[in-house]
């Protein structure tokens, strides 16, 4: 009960600043004086400000899904640089304007056995909060293998994470950053949930004024895909 009080009351808070943000950009939007450059950003403001709120409620979701026993993965065979490809195309949309550069490097051919959705949900907590708390720099999402597992880092030039909150980084309601941006400190706790349900490890390294890695290690299927095969009269570089 104590739990969900301070999370309703955390919600309730954290809520309001992305909300008054994006009412902020609406307004200003609907100046018929703004340029076209000052509109297109008032939308930038307000798609940002919509999708940490929509973050929230996801993990929420998640969080009373879990409580309630129901968190339950579907692993299935999946292609990792696809999933990846398509969680740094929807990362970039709420980079525009901003000074950080958000670069992929992805081994090809990965296949991972892991839950599509779920595994989404983790790329996204971690990419959306290296988001919220990079002001400027670099945000890099890896793919590699390392044995009969595929890793996955995101890491970032942030603020870093202090020595005190590194242990706890994976608790329900546990923010490393006191008045930092909005957050119910669930997204890491789902996140590292949900890897463990799928026979995975996430784990964290991070420095103060140094940025944080974060990395998800899954089991890789027996087989890998296959390169595409090179079009009639065409050679393959050796």
């Not at 000074?99 to 996204?124: H, M, Q, W």
């Not at 009969?148 to 005190?164: M, N």
């Not at 590194?166 to 329900?172: E, T």
Request: charged share 25%.
């Amino acid at each position: 009960t104590q739990s969900r009080e301070e999370l309703i009351a955390n919600l309730s808070h954290d809520l309001r600043n992305p909300l008054a943000i994006a009412l902020g950009f609406a307004e200003m939007a609907e100046d018929d004086s703004l340029s076209a450059e000052d509109r297109s950003s008032a939308l930038s403001g307000i798609r940002r400000s919509l999708w940490e709120m929509s973050q929230m409620v996801e993990n929420v979701l998640d969080g009373s899904t879990d409580q309630a026993g129901a968190l339950v993965p579907l692993p299935e065979p999946l292609d990792l640089e696809g999933l990846c490809d398509e969680a740094l195309a929807a990362t970039r949309i709420l980079l525009r304007r901003r000074p950080i550069v958000l670069t992929g490097s992805l081994e090809p051919g990965l296949l991972v056995f892991a839950d599509r959705n779920r595994l989404a949900r983790v790329i996204g907590n971690l990419l959306g909060n290296a988001v919220k708390y990079t002001v400027a720099g670099e945000i890099r999402l890896q793919t590699l293998t390392c044995g009969r597992f595929a890793v996955i880092r995101v890491q970032d030039t942030g603020p870093g994470i202090a020595p005190d909150a590194l242990p706890h980084i994976f608790d329900r309601y546990r923010r490393a950053h006191a008045g930092g941006p909005a957050g119910a400190g669930l997204g890491l706790a789902i996140a590292h949930r949900l890897t463990e349900r799928m026979g995975g490890t996430l784990e964290v390294e991070s420095e103060l004024g140094s940025g944080s890695t974060f990395t998800i290690t899954l089991p890789l299927c027996e087989t890998r895909l296959a390169p595409p095969e090179p079009a009639r009269g065409e050679s393959v570089a050796a």
